[in-house]
């Protein structure tokens, strides 16, 4: 069983749009996923400016791939290098950290992490 940052069972991330490298709403990876996708974000409008400036155009639709194109509010399972470089940018969007997978952990303190923790608006 995948696990997240907290040692805890990986959450789903999102499931419309449909994420993850599997596709299954799940921020997991294996060996063949090179860009590592384990990380759980909500999009803002300033990161995906920020990951299109660096040629990853992730607002854009694109049908053939079944994908819509991602707004802000959006989450999305992101590759951990994309994030730490909108990081180190000023641009990294918040983390859902129940849905960011523990091989992140390679990458990123959970310190680290836990500043971008995001919080859901109560009402």
């Excluded at 069983?1 to 596709?23: H, Q, S």
């Excluded at 799940?26 to 990161?47: P, Q």
């Excluded at 399972?77 to 129940?98: D, F, H, N, Q, T």
């Excluded at 997978?101 to 009402?123: C, D, G, P, Q, R």
């Amino acid at each position: 069983m995948d696990k997240n940052v907290f040692g805890e069972p990986l959450k789903i991330c999102c499931t419309a749009p449909m994420t993850g490298y599997f596709r299954d709403g799940l921020c997991r990876t294996i060996t063949e996923d090179t860009g590592t996708h384990t990380v759980c974000a909500v999009m803002t409008n300033d990161f995906l400016r920020f990951s299109a400036s660096r040629g990853n155009d992730l607002i854009s639709p694109m049908p053939c791939f079944q994908f819509p194109g991602l707004k802000e509010g959006d989450k999305w399972c992101l590759c951990v290098s994309r994030w730490i470089e909108a990081e180190k940018a000023g641009k990294a969007p918040s983390l859902v950290l129940e849905a960011t997978h523990e091989k992140t952990l390679e990458y990123a303190s959970l310190e680290m992490l836990v500043k971008y923790a995001f919080k859901e608006e109560s009402t």
